[in-house]
């Protein structure tokens, strides 16, 4: 875990005056009204050429605003990211309190813990090799796993849901700002158009998602990418396209599990919704399965317990796609009771969590 210092202040007011030196050479930097500017303070590193340790202001576009350590406050120099080959943040970052949080399903105290930690780096994310950009990914996750969460309370937590996709969504952005060097950037960059999905912005999702290059098989992006296309058709209320691309983003996915389950109970859903519940069943099935004592495995779960309870799958199936997801023709009604009986006492109850970011 880095342990280091951060520096914050004021706000700045303007800039006046043309002056000093940038960190790579020269720049032109500027005095300000304000006696003060927030920022974070962090140690570029250029490969066999030089190492600084400076004060992050603020950003214009792809300039990086900045301000040396022994310069007064009001004077600042840029630079871009590209100019530097590693960044490490001066920032504590509680990561085994939050992790302890998140075990315990507490995922917005985990969310919020992670935040105001990294706060102050997130705008600049594309400083290469920079230590912030994989909790910044966690923390949006945890903001996701909390609306999840607060969804399941039904209209009551619907406001807290909205909440904590917005955050997750702000943080998911900046995140995304580290495609130009970490393969997990532009999976960041997808997840937050999967944030405005959920917040009913279908337009910005499509507008964001379109901007994004499609990715090829095996590439990291592709299972959250397809998973992203699934969640929109569903919201447009287009069930068959949701699970086609809800199906090719779970087939073709290296089983991450911060995408391959999702895609799974988006497809179940589908299957439900297209009246197929024997495939729902088989979905639903496999992720109780493969994934217990999670939110995934608990949800699945109920869902079957719904199907089962209600007798939708005693009609005999269609034998031309019976045993298509499992590749057997034994009897899944059996095979679900079965297992909703050996179950039922390891079950897990969510953590209500908590209610503001």
């Known amino acids: 875990m880095i342990r280091a210092t951060s520096i914050l202040g004021g706000w700045i007011c303007g800039a006046l005056v043309a002056y000093g030196q940038g960190a790579s050479g020269p720049q032109t930097a500027t005095v300000a009204r304000a006696a003060a500017e927030p920022g974070v303070l962090v140690r570029l590193v250029k490969e066999n050429e030089a190492q600084r340790e400076v004060l992050l202001v603020r950003r214009q576009g792809d300039v990086i605003f900045f301000r040396l350590t022994n310069s007064p406050p009001g004077v600042y120099s840029q630079f871009k990211a590209a100019d530097w080959d590693e960044a490490e943040f001066k920032i504590q970052i509680p990561e085994q309190a939050a992790y ?31 230590n912030v950009f994989e909790p910044a990914v966690r923390t949006a996750w945890y903001y996701v796993r909390a609306a999840q969460q607060a969804a399941r309370r039904g209209e009551g937590g619907q ?3 909205r909440t904590y996709y917005t955050a997750a969504y702000e943080v998911f952005r900046e995140a995304g700002r580290a495609a130009s060097w970490h393969p997990y950037g532009q999976c960041a960059a997808i997840r937050a158009t999967l944030c405005l999905v959920e917040l009913g912005r279908l337009d910005e999702a499509e507008a964001g998602l379109a901007k994004l290059p499609e990715p090829e098989i095996g590439d990291t992006a592709w299972g959250v990418y397809w998973l992203a296309r699934a969640q929109l058709y569903y919201a447009r209320e287009q069930p068959r396209y949701a699970l086609e691309a809800a199906i090719l983003s779970y087939l073709h996915e290296n089983k991450d599990v911060e995408t391959f389950p999702d895609a799974l109970m988006l497809a179940a859903q589908c299957y439900e919704d297209v009246n197929e519940v024997h ?3 088989d979905v639903y099935y496999e992720v109780a399965r493969l994934f217990p004592g999670t939110d995934w495995g608990d949800e699945a779960r109920a869902r079957l317990v719904n199907i089962m309870e209600r007798r939708m799958t005693e009609r005999p199936e269609d034998p031309n796609i019976a045993g298509i997801f499992f590749g057997t023709e034994e009897d899944m009604n059996e095979k679900v009771r079965k297992f909703l009986k050996e179950t039922e006492p390891k079950l897990n109850s969510s953590t209500t969590g908590d209610k503001q970011p």
Request: net charge positive; glycine share 0%; proline share 8%.
């Open 100 to 130: 302890l949080e998140a075990s315990r399903r507490q995922w917005a105290s985990a969310a919020r813990r992670l935040h105001v930690a990294i706060a102050p780096a997130l705008p600049f994310l594309d400083l290469p090799q920079n």
């Open 159 to 161: 406001a807290d849901a």
């Open 279 to 281: 495939r729902a069943r």
